[in-house]
């Protein structure tokens, strides 16, 4: 791995679409949306751009036991190196209780969080909170035995009866089942299994950054109101500024996932219930006794609607980052995916100039040669240099959404083509 030279290649954390490193720019290409180009000329491993930390991310559950939750340490199944959980070691400080009775059985229910040491375990509380722990063991008191990972199938004759308006009609019937507390309150008898339960824990974590992002930027017009006369305009948290917009803004693949696997709706429904009724102000506020940060909490209510959940489930196909066991072989666990906004505006190439290069959480994109001024940078959505342009054209299709059509695969159908031509 190449060595960053602090002093060029600081790590920085994804930065809105108005202010990227000086390194790149983001264009709009009539062809493929934004893209990333060099502004100059970039040498051979260089840091074009990097993230501390996804905005929202998830360790399925086979793997939650195994990985440090901030460091994402893995160790082929072994995890002696494990010795914090959640918020453990720091009761002495806690206001109330040790975790929440929640799963229906009387049993206690944690956060699912574990940590090599009290430093990767401060570290994460640091960035995220305690009061994050308290909401993911809500969550996690609606998980129940089941399947990891749904089983998906590719069936044509389903496939075409989901229509964009069938999605719609569908989630329609959600808005109006919703306007009845009585009903809403009844959705938290519902269970999730392990595949739900994870997707959900991405989806909080989310919404939760959001709505820490918008008290804050709420806080902050309200002192400038005191010192000024009131303005009438955007409210902060709902512009640019935010990191909820940049995550928000990239492409949502809702309609080819669900007409791909169809199935998959009804457990995106079964989610958006879960969420809106187990984080109720009124339903937190009697769980977790001293530890509730009033208004984030009822921001973060007031933000599991059908549009921001279905957005965050629509950018997940596409645009995540598998979190792969390190160092990356054929035969590397994937451990869950990460998102990370400002690191998803880069192009596939099926022969990229930019690699991905990931160190614990923090992820960078390194210069795989000397890039010119004015070059796109593009990165591989997979391991797909090998393959013939058919395969790939499939993998990138069925992974991905899209018909590959970089400057490579043009010039392998072109080659072929010839061949073909000169065959006859």
């Given at each position: 791995m190449p060595q960053d030279d602090t002093s060029t290649n600081e790590l920085q954390s994804p930065a809105p679409l108005h202010t990227t490193p000086s390194t790149l720019e983001i264009r709009i290409n009539p062809a493929s949306g934004r893209s990333c180009y060099a502004t100059r000329t970039v040498p051979a491993g260089y840091t074009v751009l990097a993230a501390r930390s996804p905005y929202a991310y998830t360790i399925w559950k086979p793997f939650r036991n195994e990985v440090c939750a901030e460091c994402w340490r893995y160790d082929q199944g072994n995890r002696s190196f494990l010795t914090r959980r959640d918020?453990?070691?720091?009761?002495?400080?806690?206001?109330?209780?040790?975790?929440?009775?929640?799963?229906?059985?009387?049993?206690?229910?944690?956060?699912?969080?574990?940590?090599?040491?009290?430093?990767?375990?401060?570290?994460?509380?640091?960035?995220?909170?305690?009061?994050?722990?308290?909401?993911?063991?809500?969550?996690?008191?609606?998980?129940?035995?089941?399947?990891?990972?749904?089983?998906?199938?590719?069936?044509?004759?389903?496939?075409?009866?989901?229509?964009?308006?069938?999605?719609?009609?569908?989630?329609?019937?959600?808005?109006?089942?919703?306007?009845?507390?009585?009903?809403?309150?009844?959705?938290?008898?519902?269970?999730?299994?392990?595949?739900?339960?994870?997707?959900?824990?991405?989806?909080?974590?989310?919404?939760?950054?959001?709505?820490?992002?918008?008290?804050?930027?709420?806080?902050?017009?309200?002192?400038?109101?005191?010192?000024?006369?009131?303005?009438?305009?955007?409210?902060?948290?709902?512009?640019?500024?935010?990191?909820?917009?940049?995550?928000?803004?990239?492409?949502?693949?809702?309609?080819?996932?669900?007409?791909?696997?169809?199935?998959?709706?009804?457990?995106?429904?079964?989610?958006?219930?879960?969420?809106?009724?187990?984080?109720?102000?009124?339903?937190?506020?009697?769980?977790?006794?001293?530890?509730?940060?009033?208004?984030?909490?009822?921001v973060l209510a007031s933000l599991i609607t059908v549009g921001n959940v279905r957005t965050a489930l629509g950018i997940d196909p596409g645009n995540s980052f598998g979190i792969w066991e390190a160092p990356l072989t054929e035969e590397s666990e994937c451990l869950g995916f990460a998102v990370y906004p400002g690191l998803s505006f880069f192009n596939h190439h099926c022969a990229p100039n930019v690699r991905k290069e990931r160190d614990g959480r923090a992820l960078r994109f390194v210069t795989t040669r000397e890039v010119g001024e004015g070059e796109e940078l593009c990165i591989s959505y997979g391991q797909v240099e090998g393959m013939t342009w058919r395969e790939r054209r499939k993998e990138l299709s069925d992974g991905w959404f899209f018909d590959c059509a970089c400057g490579r695969c043009i010039a392998d159908i072109a080659a072929e083509m010839q061949a073909q031509q000169l065959s006859t």
């Open positions: 918020d453990e070691g720091l009761e002495e400080e806690r206001k109330g209780p040790v975790a929440v009775k929640e799963n229906g059985r009387g049993e206690k229910t944690g956060a699912g969080l574990w940590f090599c040491d009290a430093e990767c375990q401060a570290s994460w509380l640091a960035r995220e909170g305690r009061q994050m722990v308290d909401l993911l063991r809500t969550l996690e008191g609606a998980r129940r035995a089941g399947k990891t990972m749904i089983e998906v199938s590719d069936r044509q004759d389903e496939a075409t009866k989901l229509t964009k308006e069938a999605i719609e009609h569908t989630w329609d019937t959600v808005r109006q089942e919703e306007r009845s507390p009585k009903v809403v309150r009844r959705w938290r008898e519902n269970s999730l299994n392990d595949f739900e339960t994870d997707l959900a824990r991405y989806i909080l974590l989310a919404l939760a950054h959001f709505a820490r992002e918008y008290t804050s930027s709420m806080a902050s017009l309200q002192q400038t109101q005191e010192l000024a006369c009131p303005r009438n305009d955007t409210l902060p948290g709902l512009n640019g500024e935010c990191q909820w917009d940049t995550f928000a803004s990239l492409q949502c693949n809702e309609l080819q996932y669900l007409r791909t696997y169809p199935e998959l709706l009804e457990n995106h429904i079964r989610i958006y219930k879960a969420l809106k009724s187990r984080f109720m102000p009124a339903a937190l506020s009697d769980r977790t006794p001293g530890r509730i940060d009033r208004p984030v909490i009822d």
